[in-house]
């Protein structure tokens, strides 16, 4: 039987992801001389999120450091003032923001072929999924480029998996019935239709509300989101299912890159590679972090077995071709190139 969560759990969750040595050192040192400009900068999960944490050490860094020819300020914004990462994508578009920070499936309108991280088991281990994203950095960086889009960096924000009430993950006839909540947008509802599922759009400020009210069973969310969110407190078990390794973006809009100085430029891409490789240590730590914390709180923590996660890949190989008929050539090729890599 379960026991009650740790209440001092979200508050040792936040402390943890801020305290990680990881992101302290992440990003590029911005500033400029004479009166400051203010550059709104949105992200579209809570401030106490990953990138939430990361967001605010690159605000820091940028206001200290002397770099450029100017200077300017940061104003960050998170999901409770501007809602939704489609929003943010247009309001990046409408000059509304300067940068925007949002997972993949917030570009779907802009670049549709950016969804292929929302299919099951696209991306695999921690090492197949970092040659994978460097193999197709070009392909999307020139997708984001021709829509106006300028990518500073991309990086895996953890791996998805469920929250439930009382379904555990076994297997493909494990989900059959299950009433299953996702967010919006996401192209991995079609896995759990496929597996036989009851899926509901959710956004993610009401996910709670309705496990607690039962309107839903289960819900899919990457480990740090479910937990920063407290998702994890109306929830019993958590399947390791990783079924899909969420990709985040920091993106600016061409226009406005451009219309920076020079030095300013350099200050915002200068060492991307490096600013990347931390970040996606970062949040690969915390993700190790919040298993333990979760598994102390009395949570049931399910793994599924390798050949129940055999079986599972196998029923949901037919989203991966529907997919690929509606995504048409561009899509066939980013798909293939995440294979590759």
């Not at 915390?286 to 009395?298: H, M, W, Y």
């Amino acid at each position: 039987m379960s026991q009650p969560i740790d209440p001092s759990l979200s508050r040792r969750l936040v402390l943890a992801g801020l305290s990680a040595t990881a992101a302290s050192a992440a990003f590029p040192s911005i500033a400029l001389a004479g009166d400051p400009d203010i550059l709104p900068v949105a992200c579209s999960e809570p401030a106490g999120s990953p990138t939430g944490a990361a967001l605010k050490r690159w605000k820091k860094a940028a206001e200290s450091e002397d770099r450029g020819d100017g200077r300017f300020k940061l104003k960050l914004k998170f999901e409770d003032e501007v809602g939704g990462a489609a929003q943010l994508v247009q309001g990046l578009k409408s000059g509304k923001f300067k940068a925007v920070c949002v997972p993949s499936f917030g570009l779907r309108e802009v670049v549709p072929r950016l969804t292929v991280f929302d299919l099951p088991y696209m991306l695999g281990n921690p090492a197949q999924t970092d040659a994978a994203l460097k193999a197709a950095k070009p392909e999307i960086k020139k997708a984001l480029e021709a829509n106006g889009l300028k990518l500073i960096w991309m990086f895996p924000m953890g791996h998805r998996v469920v929250f439930s009430r009382t379904a555990t993950v076994t297997g493909p006839s494990s989900m059959e019935g299950v009433q299953i909540g996702v967010r919006p947008g996401t192209s991995s509802k079609a896995i759990w239709e496929t597996l036989g599922a009851r899926v509901t759009e959710v956004a993610a400020p009401d996910v709670k509300a309705k496990l607690d009210a039962a309107s839903i069973q289960a819900v899919e969310a990457t480990l740090i989101d479910g937990v920063e969110r407290g998702w994890h407190e109306s929830a019993k078990i958590v399947s390791l299912t990783n079924h899909v390794t969420e990709v985040g973006f920091l993106l600016m809009s061409q226009e406005g890159f451009d219309s920076l100085k020079g030095k300013d430029q350099e200050a915002l891409v200068s060492d991307r590679e490096a600013q990347q490789r931390k970040v996606t240590d970062h949040v690969r730590q915390r993700e190790k972090a919040v298993l333990e914390i979760l598994k102390d709180g009395g949570r049931t923590i399910y793994d599924p077995a390798s050949g129940d996660l055999d079986a599972i890949k196998a029923a949901t190989q037919g989203v991966h071709k529907a997919w690929k008929d509606a995504k048409g050539k561009g899509g066939v090729s980013l798909h293939a190139t995440l294979r590759r890599g």
